[in-house]
């Protein structure tokens, strides 16, 4: 079946078929090249995309400004607390009147348990594309970074073995949504996944039951274990990283004893000789650094973080290119 691109949501890779993805990252990599050779790509010339983000960010409001920009059209950036949103509005009445100004509008809202259905209220009553700059469940804009990312610097990632490991970090009770958006795209490229995690830091069994699905359509696998030990040992690529304990705990108090109790939860260049002799380092960033991972891993020449960060850029831009422009 032809994919029709033109008009299309971007809320879950999930929503996306492999054929779909495997065309976004082509066109990913066209612009990337362009970018480096100083290219124009005026794709989306005098078109405008609506950024609202109910949460701070720096990866992702500057990879889609930039990226618009670098298409030929223009981003506004929305605080949601100077919107009228903060008085009330309902997703509804903002979707309608933001897609009659524009051609595209983007969200970011982690709120747990109410983020995604935000986004989805918006890309119902929305007559252009509506894209999940991160919410409660999903980051596709960084799942397809990430995926990206791990195509160029492996190729066949058929039996590529992955592992998202829970990491500790203190600064603030983060979302589930990178591990989650991992664990259910990574399958579905043949990849080997391994989710680790100290027991509390569960996410959503439907999404783990998923994954597993995804795997056996692709010939991919899904190992859960509560050792970390376990899931770097022969590692190609370790992806370790914070969440918050939403799906066992709703409160929004990031310290208690479960974390405490799992300090030792961290990336270190020991545990990363478990792994194997060409182990790469990812991480969607910011990382807790010394707490979530050492200096000396981060900054060091296992760490491809910077060029994971940099496919932010390319990977929004083709997803708007697509769906803003596309046919």
């Not at 032809?2 to 078929?17: A, E, N, P, R, V």
């Not at 709703?250 to 002799?277: H, P, R």
Request: net charge negative.
């Amino acid at each position: 079946m032809q994919s029709i691109f033109k008009g299309k949501h971007f809320i879950s890779l999930q929503d996306w078929s492999r054929d779909e993805i495997d065309t976004l990252l082509e066109v990913s990599l066209d612009l990337k090249k362009s970018f480096a050779m100083g290219v124009p790509t005026p794709y989306l010339s005098y078109k405008t995309i609506f950024l609202m983000f109910f949460e701070q960010s720096t990866r992702t409001r500057n990879s889609m400004e930039a990226g618009i920009a670098q298409l030929g059209g223009h981003g506004t950036f929305l605080d949601t607390s100077t919107m009228q949103i903060a008085h009330g509005e309902v997703a509804k009445d903002t979707a309608v009147i933001l897609s009659r100004y524009g051609h595209g509008i983007g969200c970011r809202n982690c709120c747990w348990g109410a983020g995604n259905k935000y986004i989805r209220e918006l890309a119902k009553w929305s007559t252009v594309p509506v894209f999940n700059l991160q919410c409660d469940l999903y980051h596709p804009m960084q799942g397809a970074a990430d995926l990206m990312t791990i195509r160029e610097k492996i190729g066949d990632l058929r039996g590529t073995r992955v592992s998202i490991i829970w990491a500790y970090a203190a600064s603030h009770k983060k979302p589930i949504s990178v591990p989650l958006t991992q664990v259910l795209l990574f399958p579905r490229y043949g990849m080997d996944v391994t989710l680790a995690y100290p027991e509390g830091y569960d996410l959503p069994d439907w999404g783990v039951k998923q994954a597993g699905v995804n795997a056996g359509a692709h010939g991919g696998t899904v190992t859960v274990t509560h050792n970390m030990e376990e899931a770097y040992r022969d590692a190609h690529i370790v992806i370790p990283k914070n969440w918050g304990s939403w799906v066992t705990n709703q409160s929004d108090e990031v310290q208690g004893e479960l974390l405490e109790s799992n300090k030792s939860w961290k990336c270190t260049e020991e545990l990363m000789k478990l792994a194997d002799k060409d182990v790469m380092y990812m991480h969607a960033l910011p990382a807790d650094r010394n707490n979530e991972v050492e200096d000396s891993v981060i900054d060091g020449p296992m760490s491809i973080v910077y060029d994971e960060a940099e496919n932010r850029l390319h990977t929004a831009k083709a997803v708007m290119t697509l769906t803003m422009g596309g046919k």
